[in-house]
Each structure stands twice: as structure tokens, then as C-alpha cells.
């Protein structure tokens, strides 16, 4: 079968192409993509090419296909799997797989699978780690942002705190705490609060910061405060960049801290003073990831041995993080849908890779079966003007707060005659 597919050759070098794709093994799986969200991770893998650390050295002779936030239906099951996966299933894909050791992962290491692709081959390690989920959920763009969300999950699930009576760590953010996200107004950030106002450990205050005031201004759209409010949660956006910023952010607390922070941009000083906000037994998680292997914060270990501060980092989610987020957002309990501000095809996938940092907004969603330009949900307006394809997409995300949709997502693919 043919698929087509971006491939990394090199540093910044992908390149959209078809090719042949071999007939699957007893122990493999065909599948059909439907969608995929770009991820800063495959920005950082196209910009370090085969020095990353999950590349393989011939990616110049076997380019490797990219792409991991992926969901879609399966097409052919090898003989090993007939009685768990069928034909026509839907799928989503927890792509951080640690097989006997290896770092090889789906849009990072394989030439037959990853997300940026029509269709992928999917090797045994996934199924044999149980990362081929089931999906029944509505729309599969939901799926595709159930692995960033999963990421944000275990980062909450990760965080811990401590008592003075034994050395039994509480895991998870503080129930009726104090929580900040800090650089909290991209994808992930949003992510982010919309997981802190459903999470179990119910805190009593999110403040998420950021030094965009535009920024600030979509996401109260998005998720507001009053309907964190109605959840029992105060939710504040905070600009960072004011005046005795550090000096503001500890009186929301009445000078108790922060017990939980997440720093979600690469940036020393944001994270050198989310140590310094942190509260008694404050657990800080740094879950950006930086390009630059030396990066480098000061911490106070003298507040670490004296008021039980500490800092851990998480990156990627588990099986059960990934259920969990596609089971939260089926029942609309968490919307990944704020993530989304471009929509676009399977031609676009290379060029906003290798420009994701300088292309602003958020999640970046790809439908792989179509060519359409990457494209702003803000820009559908204009569009529609002379595409009618887009004036009924303007009106569905109109309707839908300005966010994607599933209503949308039938649209578009409607629109294209993609056959599920």
C-alpha cells in the first residue's frame, strides 16, 4: 500500500512524499491517520536531526516518518493481535514507549509510523505495551490531544508533598491548595488549567501567568472565571511582567505560597522565582523542556532543607494517564478543544514544523487525509468571505465559544470526502 507521509532526512530537513509501504508482519498493524497535533517535541527532534537521542544515525538514507499526537482507524490486524485489535476500530496512541530499554518512539525512530502520514505501520513494541488505546470518543482531534493532555496529567499525578511524621509522600498537587502555572497561556498551559478544575485534588486557587496581555485576555475567554467559580475554584490570570510582580502573586496567597508550580516556558528566571514562590512542603514541577542541554536554574536548598521545598520534572504520560485523559474528555469533564488555534493538511505539516516556534497561537491540528494551508481559527471569517467551506466552519467555532469542534472536525472532513 502506498502512504504519503513527512519524512525527517536531516537537521530541518522534512519533506512530504509518497512511497511504498511494506506488506505488515503477523506481529504488526495497519492503520489509517486521520489527525494529528504538532508538537514542540518534533520541532526540537527536526531541529537536532540525528543528534537526538531518539533519531537513528541513517535518517539521511531511511528518513524516518514524523508526528506522534496521532489517532485514526484500523485497516488491517496481523494474525498476533486478531483476538484485541479488530478492523474499523478507533485508535489513539501513547507514543512514549520504553520497549526493553530502547528510546525508540513513533514519530521520532521509525521509518513505517508516525502521526504525519495517510497510513503507518504500527511495530509489535506498541501493542505489546498495551499503547494502541481503544478510543470511542466522538471526534478524533481528541484523541490526537489526548497524548499532550496525558503529558499534563502526569505531571499533576507526579507532583508530591510531604509530613514530618513519617516518610510517606502524598503524590499529586495539594487538595485546597494554591496552584500556579507559570508562561500558562499556550497549549499546554491551558491544558493545563482545564485538567486543575476537574483534577480530584480539588485546589482552592489556580493563578496562571503569562506576559501577553492578549494571551491572557483568550484564555479568560476560553476558560473563565466564572466558570471556575462554579466549580468551587478561584482562577486568576496574572501578567508577570507588571511591577513587583513576585511581590503580587504571594498576596494572593495572604503570603502562604504557591504548593504547587508548573513552569511551562524554558525561561531561568520563570522558574528561579516559581522557586521562590513556593510555600511550606511547596512542590515545584518544571515541565518545559529546553533545547539547551545545559540549562541551568539556581534553586534555594536552604528553603529545600528548611521549609521541605523540592522540584522534580516530568515529561511524556503513561497508559493509564493517556485513558485517562480520553475518558475525561468523551464525558466533556476536560475540553482539550482550548488547545486549538490552526487547522491545516498534510502539506502544511513541514513548513509549520520547522517554524513552530515563530508561528504564534497554540496546537497546530493537522488532518492528514487532506492539503489545506495551515489556517487560524480567526482567520475562518475572511476566508468564508469567498470559500464556503469556511464560512460554515467560522459558524461552528462561533458557536462553539471560537474553539474546534466536533461539529467542525465532521465539516472539514465531510468537506473532503474522507471515508472512515
Known amino acids: 500500500?502506498?502512504?504519503?507521509?513527512?519524512?525527517?532526512?536531516?537537521?530541518?530537513?522534512?519533506?512530504?512524499?509518497?512511497?511504498?509501504?511494506?506488506?505488515?508482519?503477523?506481529?504488526?498493524?495497519?492503520?489509517?491517520?486521520?489527525?494529528?497535533?504538532?508538537?514542540?517535541?518534533?520541532?526540537?527532534?527536526?531541529?537536532?536531526?540525528?543528534?537526538?537521542?531518539?533519531?537513528?544515525?541513517?535518517?539521511?538514507?531511511?528518513?524516518?516518518?514524523?508526528?506522534?499526537?496521532?489517532?485514526?482507524?484500523?485497516?488491517?490486524?496481523?494474525?498476533?493481535?486478531?483476538?484485541?485489535?479488530?478492523?474499523?476500530?478507533?485508535?489513539?496512541?501513547?507514543?512514549?514507549?520504553?520497549?526493553?530499554?530502547?528510546?525508540?518512539?513513533?514519530?521520532?525512530?521509525?521509518?513505517?509510523?508516525?502521526?504525519?502520514?495517510?497510513?503507518?505501520?504500527?511495530?509489535?513494541?506498541?501493542?505489546?505495551?498495551?499503547?494502541?488505546?481503544?478510543?470511542?470518543?466522538?471526534?478524533?482531534?481528541?484523541?490526537?490531544?489526548?497524548?499532550?493532555?496525558?503529558?499534563?496529567?502526569?505531571?499533576?499525578?507526579?507532583?508530591?508533598?510531604?509530613?514530618?511524621?513519617?516518610?510517606?509522600?502524598?503524590?499529586?498537587?495539594?487538595?485546597?491548595?494554591?496552584?500556579?502555572?507559570?508562561?500558562?497561556?499556550?497549549?499546554?498551559?491551558?491544558?493545563?488549567?482545564?485538567?486543575?478544575?476537574?483534577?480530584?485534588?480539588?485546589?482552592?486557587r489556580i493563578v496562571v501567568t503569562d506576559v501577553d496581555d492578549a494571551k491572557l485576555a483568550r484564555a479568560a475567554e476560553v476558560i473563565s472565571p466564572e466558570e471556575a467559580a462554579a466549580k468551587g475554584i478561584e482562577l486568576i490570570y496574572f501578567n508577570s511582567s507588571v511591577e513587583k510582580a513576585e511581590e503580587k502573586l504571594m498576596e494572593i496567597t495572604d503570603g502562604h505560597g504557591y504548593d504547587d508550580v508548573f513552569v511551562y516556558v524554558p525561561i531561568r528566571p520563570v522558574a528561579e522565582m516559581g522557586d521562590r514562590l513556593l510555600a511550606f512542603d511547596g512542590c515545584m514541577n518544571f515541565f518545559a523542556g529546553p533545547t539547551n542541554q545545559q540549562f541551568t536554574a539556581e534553586i534555594n536548598l536552604y528553603n529545600c532543607h528548611y521549609t521541605s521545598t523540592h522540584i522534580l520534572g516530568t515529561t511524556g504520560g503513561n497508559n493509564d494517564d493517556l485513558q485517562e485523559a480520553l475518558d475525561l474528555a468523551a464525558q466533556g469533564l476536560i475540553n482539550p478543544s482550548v488547545m486549538v488555534t490552526h487547522i491545516g493538511g498534510l502539506d502544511s505539516v513541514a513548513e509549520t514544523t520547522c517554524n513552530l516556534p515563530d508561528i504564534p497561537g497554540g496546537k497546530k491540528l493537522c488532518y492528514t487525509q487532506i492539503d489545506l494551508p495551515l489556517t487560524a481559527l480567526t482567520d475562518f471569517e475572511e476566508k468564508g468571505k469567498t470559500d464556503p467551506l469556511f464560512a460554515k466552519l467560522d459558524e461552528s467555532v462561533k458557536k462553539h465559544n471560537g474553539l474546534w469542534n466536533p461539529e467542525a472536525e465532521r465539516i472539514l472532513l465531510d468537506h473532503f470526502h474522507v471515508e472512515i
Open 1 to 204: 500500500m502506498k502512504t504519503r507521509a513527512v519524512r525527517m532526512y536531516g537537521e530541518m530537513d522534512l519533506r512530504c512524499e509518497e512511497f511504498e509501504l511494506p506488506e505488515i508482519k503477523d506481529d504488526e498493524i495497519l492503520v489509517k491517520i486521520i489527525s494529528d497535533s504538532i508538537c514542540m517535541s518534533t520541532y526540537k527532534l527536526a531541529k537536532q536531526g540525528k543528534k537526538h537521542k531518539r533519531a537513528p544515525q541513517d535518517i539521511d538514507v531511511n528518513p524516518i516518518i514524523t508526528g506522534h499526537e496521532c489517532s485514526g482507524v484500523i485497516v488491517e490486524v496481523g494474525a498476533k493481535w486478531k483476538d484485541k485489535y479488530h478492523v474499523g476500530d478507533k485508535w489513539a496512541l501513547q507514543p512514549a514507549l520504553n520497549y526493553q530499554g530502547k528510546l525508540d518512539s513513533p514519530g521520532y525512530s521509525y521509518r513505517f509510523c508516525g502521526g504525519d502520514a495517510t497510513y503507518c505501520i504500527m511495530p509489535h513494541e506498541v501493542m505489546e505495551l498495551d499503547a494502541l488505546l481503544p478510543y470511542n470518543g466522538e471526534a478524533f482531534y481528541q484523541a490526537s490531544l489526548g497524548e499532550p493532555m496525558s503529558c499534563i496529567i502526569g505531571g499533576y499525578h507526579a507532583n508530591y508533598h510531604t509530613n514530618k511524621q513519617n516518610y510517606q509522600h502524598a503524590m499529586g498537587t495539594k487538595t485546597g491548595g494554591n496552584i500556579l502555572i507559570m508562561g500558562g497561556c499556550g497549549p499546554m498551559g491551558l491544558g493545563a488549567v482545564s485538567y486543575g478544575l476537574y483534577t480530584e485534588n480539588r485546589p482552592k
